[in-house]
């Protein structure tokens, strides 16, 4: 009610400046209520730019102020390494960076590192800003291609030669380092980010991480930020002051639904014998040895 009336307040002046201005001749060299509501509105914007800003700036310090959890060297090859066995069912997550094939999920091609996909932009995005710093390079006459399709499941103008492609492009360095740098840019960096203001130790920043490279940076029904919205309907974060273990369990509830509402039937077992299992066995740390099994398959990491 209180954001209300200083709305309604804040409106009276400018139905009355507006009446004002409507008295005044069409033909008048000056027009008092056009540069003051253009003045009020750029003060505004830039308000709202400096809010923003200082609310970054203090983030940014509190952030620092925090343990490294999944930015961590160990821990961010660790995260990579769980990732993979979910994605391209090997710990050897650098075997992935030539991975191409489509899953028939309805995204086109899936590759590289994290799962890349034709359809949903990031592929798109990725072979971009390659392009831009290696214009040469062997993938880059796909572009229109990649453009034509990104949103659909299409091959249309990759056939047959974007796979081939692909593969050999990634036995580059300057390739390789492109997909790791997009993982971070898109995926790691945003999700660790938001996990620690969220109050989250090492294992719920994975489980932010993860849930980011499956379903997506984007603000659609089963995007990242719409999963971790309804979560946080439902139970506090431990910035919030809520229970951390609590929070977690909601969050991978929320999360499992979208994936089976999705795609009825689709194997959840990256959250059932996997992230799950570390949070009941309080693993909040995300300390090792961990054992886990996703699709069936076990993996340890001693």
Known sequence: MRRTGVLLFAAVPVAITAAAYFLV???????PAEPSVATSQQASRQDAKSRAEQERSADDKLIASLPPGLADP?????????????????LNWRSAFGYIE????????????????????????????????????????????????DGTDSHEGLDPGFTAAWKAEAEL???????????DRAYFDPAVRLAKLDGLGTLGQFIYFDAMVFHGPGIDDDGFYVLR?????????????????????????????AMREKRPGTD??????????????????LRT?????????????P
């Open 229 to 257: 919205e309804r979560a946080l309907r439902e139970a506090n974060s431990p910035s919030q002051g809520g229970s951390e273990k609590a929070y977690l369990d909601i969050f991978l509830d929320v999360r499992r639904k």
């Open 268 to 285: 959840t077992t990256r959250i059932d014998t996997a992230q799950r299992q570390f949070l009941y066995d309080g693993n909040l740390g």
């Open 74 to 90: 160990a821990r961010k090859e660790l995260a990579q390494r769980l990732v993979s066995s979910a994605e391209n069912s090997t």
């Open 173 to 183: 360095p300057a390739f390789q380092e492109a997909q790791l740098a997009e993982r």
């Open 289 to 301: 040895p961990l054992r886990w099994q996703v699709y069936g398959e076990t993996y340890k990491v």
């Open 102 to 149: 489509d899953i028939k999920d309805g995204q086109g091609y899936t590759a590289g590192i994290i799962g890349f996909c034709t359809g949903t932009h990031d592929l798109l995005a990725l072979v971009e800003r390659y392009t831009d710093s290696h214009p040469d390079n062997g993938l880059a006459k796909y572009l229109p291609a990649l453009r034509a399709v």
């Open 25 to 31: 001749p069409t033909d008048s060299a000056e027009s």
